[in-house]
């Protein structure tokens, strides 16, 4: 199972004892932040796209929305994100567990600006009903495959400007 990897992974980072399991399925942002008892833009979604060099992630807040023009000015392609029947194959992880931990290899992953508004987030731990809540430091140290920020992501600064 993809979550038993994640733990075992986290596990070699001193995290496994945070994950949380829920008793319903965590895998939209909605119910994920539902399950956590949090607001959606926390939640750390990971979004997984193929360039002509192989999969990536993205992993933003919740309430963001890739943006195609920003996209493509940092990594000189166009957003194709992975289909469905391929996100398993390409990434370990099925689709609404998907995470930045226990990849397969070749997998770069890109954290995006969106998150940074918040101490913590909460990204998926390979499971349609798991999570853990880290900080952007730990998120970035225990990510796997982390080649730095991006701000690939539109939406959430509007939101942003309406909360404050």
């Known amino acids: 199972m993809s979550i038993e990897r994640v733990r075992a992974y986290l596990a ?19 119910l994920a932040a539902e399950a956590a008892g949090v607001a959606p833009a926390r939640i750390a979604k990971s979004l997984s796209f193929m360039l002509p060099d192989g999969p990536i992630l993205v992993v933003c ?65 390979g499971s349609a009903n798991s999570a853990i809540e880290l900080s952007l430091s730990e998120l970035e140290s225990a990510a796997q495959g982390v080649q730095g920020w991006v701000d690939v992501c539109k939406g959430w600064r509007e939101s942003q400007e309406t909360s404050a």
């Open 12 to 30: 070699q980072r001193g995290l496994a004892d945070r994950i949380l399991e829920f008793p319903v399925s965590s895998a939209t942002v909605e």
């Open 61 to 125: 807040a919740g309430d963001a929305r890739v943006d195609n023009p920003r996209f493509k000015a940092q990594f000189h392609a166009k957003a194709k994100m992975l289909g469905h029947d391929e996100v398993a194959a390409c990434t370990g992880h099925a689709v609404g567990g998907v995470c930045p931990f226990a990849l397969k290899d070749g997998v770069r992953v890109y954290l995006d600006a969106s998150m940074r508004r918040f101490d913590t987030v909460f990204p998926a731990c």
